[in-house]
């Protein structure tokens, strides 16, 4: 097996879409607005894509069934950028509120913040801290591992 991509069920396609390929500026692989799907590369082609809910619920059989909301997330999507702190600038810029600053991780070795996409899917941007900011217990476990 290999992972393809992390398709998220939307309900409004047009508004997602928008988000992914203008507020974010990922390239678009496959679809556009007035679609069903669309894809977008996210350093793997097609690795992230939308899908419209109804259609997915079809298919499975369970379109009698609510969508959950207000609920804890149960999946994150994880973006690595060069620079977090630009990467908010620039998000700020364009509208995005994020849930959280730009903050030092230290315990996992990264510098992270937080937003949410036009359906509520949290997003994570990312850049990995100096290994001398990396607290005392993530640099003892990383030496158990090969980077």
Not at 43 to 68: C, E, H, Q, R
Not at 101 to 129: Q, V, Y
């Amino acid at each position: 097996m290999e992972l393809n991509c992390i398709r998220l069920l939307v309900e409004d396609f047009d508004k997602c879409f928008k988000f992914y390929s203008e507020t974010l500026g990922l390239n678009v692989t496959w679809g556009k607005i007035g679609g069903d799907y669309a894809s977008f590369d996210i350093g793997i082609p097609s690795g992230l894509s939308i899908f419209k809910s109804d259609l997915m619920a079809s298919a499975i059989g369970n379109s009698d069934k609510a969508l959950p909301i207000d609920n804890r997330e149960k999946v994150a999507i994880i973006l690595k950028v060069n620079s977090v702190d630009e990467s908010f600038k620039e998000l700020t810029d364009k509208g995005v509120e994020f849930v959280n600053k730009p903050t030092d991780m230290t315990g996992w070795g990264m510098r992270t913040a937080h937003f949410r996409d036009s359906e509520n899917n949290l997003i994570e941007i990312w850049s990995e801290l100096a290994k001398e900011k990396w607290d005392k217990d993530l640099q003892a476990e990383s030496k158990e591992y090969k980077r």
